[in-house]
């Protein structure tokens, strides 16, 4: 997806405050600052008169675990490698190149900072949902991030109505952020996790976008040749 120069700066812009805010959460979130309020949340999720049922009423925890299964890595992989599969189709090497770095080095952004913070998960409920891996960020917020922004952003290019884009864009983020509540409601994150997963996972994507637009606009800049006009050819 193609930016011009103010576009640009506002998307480095908002990779560098959301990097920024996603560091202000872990450092609560290293100091124990975090502690009361992340406690806060998952308790008022639960039933006040049972604490190990989530709160609302039976389907809505059956929601609850289908919408997150759409943030898991195969549901993720899925549509990364069918979105790839039409770029190759239309043949948009760069962009598809870009789609699977994008997506392959925000998992290892994820992974890399789970072993390196090694959160534990929540032990105030019984988790919602199978977990394998540490707490801090959510892999399913990051993640759901990276890949809808990214995918979102080659949609919205595909499309002229400047009103359907805006749409497009709208729908992938409040997946992600359903996606993320959901999490947290199953018990199985706390919310300072899923915040910085929607924070780092958006710095990570227009960060990507960025480098996207540069290197696109590098392989496509004009090269000056000499022709007829610019060779002053005087008879003899």
Do not use: N
């Amino acid at each position: 997806m193609r930016f011009g120069t103010g576009r640009l700066l506002v998307v480095a812009a908002v990779a560098a405050g959301f990097s920024l805010a996603f560091l202000g959460v872990m450092a609560l979130v290293l100091t124990g600052t975090a502690a009361g309020f992340d406690r806060a949340v998952l308790l008022a999720l639960r039933d006040p008169l049972d604490p190990d049922q989530p709160g609302g009423p039976w389907w809505l925890a059956r929601m609850a675990r289908d919408l997150t299964a759409l943030g898991s890595v195969t549901v993720l992989g899925l549509i990364t490698l069918l979105a790839f599969g039409a770029l190759l189709v239309m043949r948009r090497w760069a962009a598809a190149l870009s789609l699977l770095l994008a997506v392959g080095g925000g998992t290892a952004v994820s992974s890399v900072l789970k072993a390196l913070i090694g959160r534990a998960r929540p032990d105030l409920v019984p988790h919602g949902d199978a977990v394998l891996s540490a707490s801090f960020p959510s892999g399913h917020a990051m993640l759901s991030m990276v890949v809808g922004l990214s995918v979102g952003a080659l949609l919205a290019h595909e499309i002229a109505d400047r009103r359907l884009r805006v749409y497009v864009m709208a729908v992938v983020l409040g997946l992600s952020l359903t996606i993320g509540a959901s999490r947290v409601y199953l018990g199985v994150h706390w919310p300072t996790d899923v915040l910085a997963g929607w924070l780092i996972g958006g710095s990570w994507a227009a960060l990507c976008w960025c480098v996207a637009d540069g290197w696109v606009a590098q392989r496509h800049t004009p090269v000056h040749r000499a022709t007829v006009a610019d060779t002053d050819v005087r008879p003899a």
